[in-house]
């Protein structure tokens, strides 16, 4: 086993995962947004998730997907990565849409993070379903590389979805509204039947009031972790 590979190993000890069973999430995708609830929870060892294969001196690969990072329905994943070979290597998640992306430039990675950030914290994104990410690799030397190879690790998460009869996503206080159905960028998750949800009028800046009435009905705010499953938009 490489050195590299032996880091790679390190850094996914030392890998948080963004959510616990049972925790609720927001996740966030290039076209959609997805309140659940995490079931179940999986670590992903390091692996080679893609070979681009050969790539000349002084060139750049063609972009390839990461098909082997496909999830079934209902997950998301958090992952961390590296190339093992000497390129520099750029992230599109999902396929066509740019990560670490400036205004004149899309920031790199080369197989010398494992040495700068041992932990891979940096190269973190996340993946839902099977909106796959793709790779491309530059080989900026004066020779050939017979591969180019990408190394992935992190967590597959399998979630629910929150029904409207369990429910209510709120955005918060807004003067002279009562929330009847569900309405996005919430600041936490309702507990509530709908119909005793239609009973609450909420006054902007009056959180104590919204409070007390939440109580008074046996209901709580409950918090969500957000996922950004997407790069640069």
């Known amino acids: 086993m490489s050195y590299d590979m032996l880091r790679a190993f390190k850094a996914a000890r030392t890998m948080e995962p963004i959510a616990e069973v049972d925790w609720f999430v927001k996740v966030e995708t290039y076209r959609d947004t997805h ?8 670590t992903i060892p390091p692996f080679q998730v893609l070979d681009i294969g050969a790539i000349t001196a002084q060139t750049v690969s063609a972009v390839t997907n990461a098909g082997n990072l496909d999830l079934n329905d209902d997950e998301f994943g958090q992952w961390r990565w590296f190339p093992l070979d000497n390129v520099m290597a750029r992230i599109y998640n999902p396929a066509g849409v740019s990560k670490y992306q400036l205004k004149l430039l899309q920031v790199g990675v080369e197989k010398s993070i494992i040495y ?5 914290l940096s190269t973190e994104f996340y993946t839902w379903e099977d909106e796959r990410p793709a790779f491309e690799g530059m080989n900026f030397s004066d020779y050939g590389l017979n591969a180019c190879r990408f190394i992935i690790l992190g967590y597959r998460y399998k979630t629910k979805e929150l029904t409207d009869s369990d429910f209510i996503i709120i955005e918060g206080p ?3 509204q009562i929330i009847k159905r569900v309405a996005r960028d919430p600041i936490g998750l309702l507990r509530a039947s709908l119909p005793s949800v239609e009973a609450i009028a909420l006054a902007s800046g009056e959180m104590p009031r919204v409070m007390k009435a939440l109580d008074a009905l046996g209901m709580k705010l409950v918090p969500f972790t957000r996922i950004v499953c997407a790069g640069s938009p």
Do not use: K
């Open 35 to 42: 309140f659940r609830q995490v079931t179940y929870r999986e």
């Open 174 to 176: 807004q003067r002279g």
């Open 116 to 120: 700068r950030d041992p932990t891979l």
